[in-house]
């Protein structure tokens, strides 16, 4: 009996010292950045000259009056033109114009490089730290891109670059990065970035960006955004192929998919097959889910003509200088925007081929996709 009661006090302690250990506070998240984010694939070459006519390049190398080398860049002038060449470690000479005797060439970068292209059009190096998290009741992807450097080493531009956050839906790790969207923003000493109708500040980075500690803010007015995230889907503005204002809504309890698009070099190939597809599926497919194209680029004649020469059923609009308000648009076409019956944005950022599995009948492929 005796060892029984002391067994029960024992346990009683534990407990006890259980209930008062430490504990965050209501808004005080500590995230391990365990996971990643990668962007696509479409940042991964860049166009260079390299040298094709080696006596014609000797003859400039001959006439030049001014030479300035620094490592493997060299800035010389020669008959009262400026010429600016790297070397790479392979040797081979390079330009980011054309010169005479020089050929365009088109550098390209391994896959498994996570590369970023900035809004001058430089590729650098990058490493992006990223967790899926639950604030409350907001879920999303957050992570600390980190510059490493250039992409390709012969190149010569500045790399002192902040760290940078970004905001994505709960489990996309794969996205398209531009740095001009409004869930990308640089980290200073006050980082501040709102998640739907929430807004938090960024407290602290671990120096091997592993940890972020984030805090909720009661309000953030007059506070700047280093970025931003819609969870949940806003009527977006238009403009019909006549040039009449028009908007596209979410109706209660069906998907939604918005369909960004240009004509391209495959002339719309992709919209007739989503067009098509569409209008295979049962009628009862066809009342869970709306479609609509929105293209980005062309002109509002040549979309009717194509509209008109495909007989495309599905809606077809035209963006306006509003449409990508909070919907973070790129200019990778095609892709979609899929909102899930509730409402809730399940990517900004779809894959045509997950679409096309969508209206296939097997949605169950498309986890990360509008079928969520």
Same mark, same amino acid.
């Given at each position: 009996?005796?060892?029984?009661? &002391?067994?029960?006090? /024992?346990?009683? !302690? ?17 995230? !391990? ?8 694939? /479409? ?5 260079? &000259?390299?040298?094709? @006519? ?27 033109? &400026? ?36 809004? @001058? ?32 080493? &012969? ?66 007015? @007059? ?70 194209? /929105? ?78």
């Amino acid at each position: 009996m005796r060892t029984l009661l &002391w067994f029960s006090l /024992v346990f009683a !302690a534990l407990l006890t010292y259980g209930s008062c250990g430490p504990s965050n506070p209501p808004g005080h998240y500590e995230v !391990a950045l365990a996971d990643s984010i990668f962007n696509t694939g /479409v940042s991964y070459g860049q166009i260079s &000259w390299g040298l094709a @006519d080696t006596t014609a390049w000797d003859s400039i190398l001959a006439a030049k009056d001014t030479l300035v080398e620094d490592g493997n860049y060299t800035k010389l002038r020669s008959q009262g033109i &400026w010429y600016e060449v790297w070397k790479g470690q392979d040797g081979r000479l390079r330009a980011n114009q054309p010169y005479p005797g020089w050929e365009r060439r088109y550098d390209t970068i391994p896959h498994h490089r996570n590369i970023l292209r900035l809004l @001058d059009n430089e590729r650098v190096e990058v490493d992006i730290h990223a967790a899926d998290v639950t604030f409350g009741s907001d879920s999303f992807r957050i992570g600390i891109i980190q510059v490493l450097g250039r992409a390709f080493e &012969w190149q010569q531009f500045p790399v002192a670059h902040p760290d940078y956050l970004i905001l994505t839906t709960y489990g996309n790790a794969v996205v398209p990065i531009v740095m001009d969207q409004d869930n990308v923003g640089p980290i200073t000493r006050k980082t501040v970035f709102r998640v739907g109708r929430n807004s938090y500040v960024l407290k602290s980075v671990a120096e091997d960006r592993s940890k972020i500690v984030v805090e909720a803010l009661p309000s953030a007015r @007059d506070l700047p955004l280093a970025a931003e995230l819609d969870l949940y889907f806003r009527k977006v503005p238009v403009t019909d192929l006549e040039g009449n204002a028009s908007s596209i809504g979410h109706q209660p309890d069906k998907e939604l998919v918005i369909y960004f698009w240009g004509l391209g070099s495959k002339r719309g190939e992709d919209v007739r097959k989503v067009d098509s597809l569409y209008r295979q599926l049962p009628a009862a497919e066809r009342d869970k889910l709306d479609v609509v194209f /929105v293209n980005h680029v062309d002109t509002p004649e040549s979309i009717r003509t194509f509209v008109a020469a495909n007989d495309i059923a599905l809606p077809v609009y035209k963006s306006t200088a509003k449409t990508c308000l909070r919907l973070n648009c790129h200019p990778y076409l095609p892709y979609y925007v899929g909102v899930k019956r509730t409402g809730r944005i399940s990517t900004y950022y779809g894959f045509p081929q997950w679409l096309e599995v969508r209206l296939g009948g097997t949605g169950g492929a498309v986890s990360a996709g509008a079928s969520q």
